[in-house]
């Protein structure tokens, strides 16, 4: 997530721009996901920002799921959410987005739709390494990381993971970290899944909503916070059941 106005010149490393950015500039990785097991669509996200879940996951078991970072248009959300709800793809919905926004170079989003299909936006001024992938019913992606590495770490987690959908999220958020994650270091980190009658007593959709605000090893902490709703299963475990 960057909430200040700096990019740096084509040609400079991911540490130069970290030593040449503003205070407040910080690095975002999250991956945006569809359950077709469950019907559940969630959002995990790590930051080296205060609070990070605050700002990045949007979702709703009657739209899909958004996260908006790097320079983080939050209005992505909420008018996200709107258009999956009224029935625009993912693409539709990022390009609609984008196109009413002049900043757009200093965005970074991705979506899950409704029918589970990925896409995501990286703008051309987001702080390096930025990017994303997709794979099927997911978007991962990042800005200020040590490298593609930490995408492809994620995607290749999230993929070969078995178990629980929130644990699945889990994987690639920890997947990114060992391989290097945001280039500034650690401070927050959330994960946020809905299903249709998901939350307590069936009264909402919020089947998860775990944040670390603040946290010297936020990942680790959001898995512990998780482990007490949700028992962590091994894929081989799993595979038994």
Known sequence: LIVNTSFIAAGETSETAVVNAPEGIVSTFSIVAYDPETESWGVGVAS??????????WASAESGAIATQSY???????????????????KDVITRLTEADEKREQRQVGIVDLKGNPANFTGQECLPW?????????????NILAGPEVVDAMCEAYESTHGPFAWRIMAALEAADAAGGDVRGRQSAAIYIVQKDGGYGGYNDRAVDFRVDDHETPISELARVLSLRIPRRSRESTEQE
């Open 48 to 57: 080296k920002f205060l609070a990070v879940g605050s700002v990045v996951p």
């Open 130 to 142: 930025a990017g994303g992938k997709t794979g099927k019913h997911y978007t991962c992606q990042g």
């Open 72 to 90: 983080a248009n939050t209005s992505y959300g909420p008018n996200g959410l709107k258009l999956l709800n009224e029935g625009a793809s993912a």
